[in-house]
Structures are given as C-alpha cells and as structure tokens.
C-alpha cells in the first residue's frame, strides 16, 4: 500500500524493449556502450554479452557505492575502510585513496562523487562538511558549512551534489560551493534526481516521477511486481529485478 498521500495525475506507461537475465545480489548501473554493472559476493563485475571484467578486493570490506559517470574512471567506496578506488574501462586498479592515513587533514568521508579537473566530492563527517579533494595535491577543501540534518541520500555529477536529507528536502551545491533547495519529495525506498525539477522515486514495488517545480506526482506504471533497482539514463527505464534487467522506452514530461 502507498501510504504517502500522493496526488497524482495521469499515469506514464513506457514501452518494453527489451529483458536480459543477470543473477546479481546488487545491480550497479548501465553506461553508454551498453556494459552492465553489478556486485556479486563483493565482487564488482562489468558484463556485456560474453565479455566480462572484475575487480575484488575484499581486505577492504563490502563495496559501499559505486560511480559510474565515466567509464574509464570509475569509483567504488569502501566506507568501512574510509577508502576509495578508482579503476580503468578493464577494471584494473589505477589509484587508491586511504583517507585515514592522510595525517595533515584528517578525513572520515560518508559519502563519494568524481568531480570534475580530477577531484572528488567528499563529505567529511568529522566537521559535517561538504568538499572537494584534489586527486593530484592529495588535499580536501571545503565547501560548506556544517550540514544541520544527516544526508538521507546523495547524487553526483561532475558539477554537482545533490542530496536530500532527513526530512526529504533536496538540495545542490555546486564546484564553486553554491548551495541551492530545489524542493521536498516524499517518502521514499530508491530515488534518482534527474535535474532540478524532475525526480524518479521507488516506493515498493511501484516507481514515481515527481516534479519539483509544481510538486506534482505520476506514476511509472510497468508490468513488474517486484522492483528491486532501477535507473532512468538516455530515456530509458531499467528495471532491475530478482535475476533480470527489463530496459523501457519512456518519454518523461
């Protein structure tokens, strides 16, 4: 049952294109060459038809999170080790960032984004601040001020921070530290902000496409009766269920 209250307006149906079966305990993502991403015992792996990558290191503990917006320099957080690895298009090891030996500027980071000119977006939870770490000098500067609610959820860009807190208002800061609030949603199981208007939210086993601007919700109606992920990317919906990936065609307002 939807137990948010939602007013919602007409109804989206996207269009099936297409299943492809994967047995994953977490599906991580899709780029644009068509590779699909998942985690599998705390093995990450990179699949397309018979060609298959991975990377484990399991001294690290379990895979916290995964950034997937540039294929060649993709990110994986170990939160427990206060560690973060970047790895190439083949899933070889390129750098390797153990923030709890960096004496001079002590960091405990809770959440990860690549930024843009080879940085990273780096919530540090010692002072409760957002900023930014230059991979070259080593070093993290702050962007904000200590944040007054726990992040929630959290989303990046090259550009941009999102998160939404424990009250569900959204909100983005930007490389030069601006801060903007872009509005509330409701309750939520998964999420994607897909700009400054427009979020797709999971809840269960039905998935909603809200518009901050006017706080307006619709939903994605698809034949599943099980959700466990999703993503929207290029105007498409995957859905990822218990051991198959559905791809849609949606067109979004």
């Given at each position: 049952?939807?137990?948010?209250?939602?007013?919602?307006?007409?109804?989206?149906?996207?269009?099936?294109?297409?299943?492809?079966?994967?047995?994953?305990?977490?599906?991580?993502?899709?780029?644009?060459?068509?590779?699909?991403?998942?985690?599998?015992?705390?093995?990450?792996?990179?699949?397309?038809?018979?060609?298959?990558?991975?990377?484990?290191?399991?001294?690290?503990?379990?895979?916290?999170r995964v950034d997937l917006q540039n294929p060649l320099k993709?990110?994986?957080?170990?939160?427990?080790?206060?560690?973060?690895?970047?790895?190439?298009?083949?899933?070889?090891?390129?750098?390797?960032?153990?923030?709890?030996?960096?004496?001079?500027?002590?960091?405990?980071?809770?959440?990860?984004?690549?930024?843009?000119?080879?940085?990273?977006?780096?919530?540090?939870?010692?002072?409760?601040?957002?900023?930014?770490?230059?991979?070259?000098?080593?070093?993290?500067?702050?962007?904000?001020?200590?944040?007054?609610?726990?992040?929630?959820?959290?989303?990046?860009?090259?550009?941009?921070?999102?998160?939404?807190?424990?009250?569900?208002?959204?909100?983005?800061?930007?490389?030069?530290?601006?801060?903007?609030?872009?509005?509330?949603?409701?309750?939520?199981?998964?999420?994607?902000?897909?700009?400054?208007?427009?979020?797709?939210?999971?809840?269960?086993?039905?998935?909603?496409?809200?518009?901050?601007?006017?706080?307006?919700?619709?939903?994605?109606?698809?034949?599943?009766?099980?959700?466990?992920?999703?993503?929207?990317?290029?105007?498409?919906?995957?859905?990822?269920?218990?051991?198959?990936?559905?791809?849609?065609?949606?067109?979004?307002?």
């Amino acid at each position: 049952m939807i137990s948010n209250g939602l007013a919602q307006e007409k109804i989206i149906k996207p269009q099936l294109v297409s299943t492809l079966t994967l047995v994953a305990d977490e599906f991580v993502g899709l780029d644009s060459f068509g590779y699909s991403y998942y985690i599998k015992s705390n093995v990450f792996y990179k699949q397309k038809d018979k060609e298959l990558f991975q990377y484990k290191n399991l001294s690290l503990g379990k895979i916290k999170r995964v950034d997937l917006q540039n294929p060649l320099k993709i990110v994986l957080f170990y939160e427990g080790f206060n560690t973060v690895v970047t790895l190439d298009n083949q899933l070889n090891e390129t750098l390797l960032f153990n923030f709890s030996k960096n004496q001079n500027n002590p960091i405990v980071t809770s959440a990860v984004g690549l930024a843009s000119q080879n940085r990273l977006w780096l919530f540090n939870s010692l002072p409760m601040q957002l900023g930014l770490y230059d991979f070259n000098k080593q070093y993290w500067q702050s962007l904000s001020q200590p944040f007054q609610s726990p992040i929630h959820y959290y989303q990046t860009d090259y550009n941009h921070f999102y998160w939404i807190d424990s009250n569900y208002k959204i909100y983005s800061c930007d490389i030069f530290g601006k801060i903007n609030t872009l509005g509330t949603i409701p309750k939520f199981d998964a999420v994607q902000i897909l700009s400054y208007e427009k979020v797709v939210f999971q809840i269960e086993n039905k998935i909603f496409l809200h518009d901050l601007k006017d706080n307006s919700t619709t939903e994605i109606q698809t034949d599943k009766k099980m959700i466990q992920n999703f993503q929207v990317k290029d105007q498409f919906l995957f859905i990822f269920t218990e051991n198959e990936i559905s791809k849609y065609q949606i067109n979004l307002p």
